[in-house]
C-alpha cells in the first residue's frame, strides 16, 4: 500500500502539515487514465456508495408508484447536513408513505451543520433520526421496500433482499462482485462494503456514463443525474465541497463524499471517474485534492474555479477569523 503527498497545510506559507493519498481517475470503458499511490489498496467507500445505491428505487418502479421528487431522489443520494430543509423533508417523506421516524434504522443525531445543531438545542429539543445525515438514503430503501412487497423490519441488514439487489447493481457498475471482498458495518447500520480504490473508480465512470449498462439502469442512472443537479443543496448542504461543486458546474460534476477521508466524483459528459482516498481519514483536504484533479483535468472553467475558490485553497482562520494560513495542493504534486 502507498500514498502519495496530496496536500499540504501552511501557517504564514511555512508547511506546518501534510496529507497523503491515492486517486484514480477512470473512464467508462474501465481504463485507468491516472492514478496516484496505490489504486488496487482495499478501501471503504462508506456513503460514496449513496449515488449509486439509490438506483434501485427507480429502476424497481417504487419512484413512480409514490411520485418521488426529485429532491427527494436526491436526498436518497444525500449525506446531508441535518438542515431544517433535509429534515422536513425526511419526515414529510416518510408520513406520505404512511411511516415515521422510528422506522428509520439510523440512530439519532444532532445536525451535522452547526448553525442547525445550535437551534435545536436553544430549542430545548434533541436530535433525531431525521436530523441523522443519512436519513434520506433510509428513506429511499423504505420506500423500495414498500412497493417490492418485502419487509421493513432489518431493511438494513446484510440479509434483506433489498441490501443483496444494492450489492447486484454496485457489483454491475464496479465489474465484480463485492461479496468476494470483506464487508464491514457503516454507521447507520447499513453493511460497509469494500472494494479496491480502482473498483471505486470505475464504477463512478459507469455511473457517469451509463451507455454499457442495461436500459433500464441506464435510464435511472440518467433520472438521478438531473435530479441532483437540479437540487445540490439537497446533495448535502449549504458550505459543503458536495453542493458547492455541483452548484457551481451546473451538474456537469457530481461529487459524493464518504467517511473516512473518501470523497468520488463523476464527470458525465466526459464518461470520467474520479475516486480518491486520504490517507489519515481526515476531510479537510479531501475538496483540495478532488478539485485539484479536476483542474488538472481540464474539467473546470475559470468561472468554475471562481466560485470554488474557498474550496480550492481553503483558509486556515484563527479564534479571531483572521487568516493565517492556508490548505494547498502540494507543490510536488500534478506536476
Not at 449513496?50 to 449525506?79: N, R, W
Not at 414498500?146 to 444494492?166: F, K, V
Not at 447499513?190 to 442495461?214: E, K
Not at 473518501?262 to 476531510?283: E, M, R, S
Request: charged content about 20%; aromatic content about 4%; hydrophobic content about 45%.
Amino acid at each position: 500500500m502507498s500514498f502519495e503527498l496530496f496536500v499540504e497545510v501552511t501557517r504564514n506559507k511555512i508547511v506546518e502539515s501534510r496529507h497523503f493519498g491515492a486517486a484514480v481517475v477512470c473512464d467508462h470503458h474501465g481504463r485507468i487514465l491516472e492514478s496516484w499511490g496505490d489504486a488496487e489498496q482495499l478501501v471503504f467507500p462508506r456513503s460514496a456508495l449513496k449515488q449509486m445505491q439509490a438506483i434501485d428505487v427507480i429502476e424497481s418502479g417504487a419512484c413512480e408508484h409514490f411520485g418521488l421528487s426529485d429532491a427527494e431522489l436526491t436526498l436518497a443520494c444525500a449525506s446531508h447536513q441535518g438542515e431544517p430543509m433535509h429534515r422536513d423533508l425526511v419526515e414529510a417523506w416518510l408520513q406520505r408513505l404512511g411511516l415515521g421516524t422510528d422506522d428509520l434504522a439510523c440512530g439519532s443525531s444532532l445536525p451535522d451543520d452547526m448553525q442547525s445543531a445550535h437551534q435545536v438545542l436553544a430549542s430545548g429539543e434533541q436530535g433525531c433520526r431525521s436530523h441523522h445525515n443519512c436519513s434520506g438514503k433510509h428513506a429511499g430503501f423504505l420506500t423500495n421496500a414498500l412497493h417490492l412487497g418485502l419487509p421493513t423490519a432489518g431493511y438494513h441488514l446484510i440479509e434483506h433482499p433489498l441490501q443483496q439487489r444494492a450489492i447486484d447493481i454496485l457489483s454491475d457498475l464496479s465489474d465484480c462482485d463485492l461479496r468476494a471482498f470483506l464487508m464491514g458495518i457503516d454507521g447507520c447500520g447499513f453493511p460497509a462494503l469494500t472494494m479496491p480504490l480502482v473498483r471505486l473508480g470505475q464504477a463512478v465512470a459507469r455511473f457517469a456514463n451509463p451507455v454499457d449498462l442495461s436500459a433500464e439502469r441506464r435510464k435511472a442512472i440518467y433520472r438521478l443525474h438531473a435530479a441532483i443537479a437540479e437540487n445540490p443543496l439537497y446533495a448535502a448542504g449549504h458550505g459543503t465541497i458536495v453542493s458547492a461543486l455541483i452548484a457551481a458546474t451546473k451538474g456537469a460534476v457530481l461529487a459524493k463524499t464518504g467517511a473516512e477521508g473518501v470523497l468520488i466524483a463523476a464527470v458525465p459528459a466526459q464518461g470520467l471517474g474520479i475516486a480518491l482516498k486520504i490517507a489519515d481519514g481526515n476531510a479537510r483536504p479531501r475538496p483540495v485534492a478532488l478539485l485539484a484533479i479536476l483542474d488538472h483535468l481540464g474539467v473546470l472553467s475559470d468561472t468554475e474555479k471562481s466560485l470554488l475558490q474557498d474550496h480550492m485553497t481553503p483558509p486556515v482562520e484563527n479564534s479571531l477569523r483572521v487568516t493565517v494560513g492556508e490548505l494547498q495542493p502540494a507543490a510536488s504534486w500534478l506536476k
